[in-house]
């Protein structure tokens, strides 16, 4: 298992209530499930909606089962977001 960091952004952020939390998992699918599973309402809805970067790489359609974690990485959970 690795350990690392998800980075929570805008809603993202709010309905998980914190900035950012460790996670233990080999994959991003296992991270976010635990994630979910740390923080059950809102958060889950938020999810179903985000893109995410590993490491700063975009995961885009990848699905999240083949995304591997490495140790000290960081998962960083984009909410959708008007402007730029």
Known sequence: MAAG??????AAKAAA???EEPYTAET???AL?????NHPGELVRVLRRCSF??????VGTRNHETVRLAEGGTVEV???FAGG
């Open 33 to 37: 499930e635990a994630a979910r599973a």
């Open 17 to 19: 209530g914190v900035a």
């Open 53 to 58: 970067l590993v490491d700063g790489d975009p």
């Open 5 to 10: 960091t998800i980075r929570y952004w805008a």
């Open 78 to 80: 984009l909410p959708p």
């Open 28 to 30: 991003l699918a296992e």
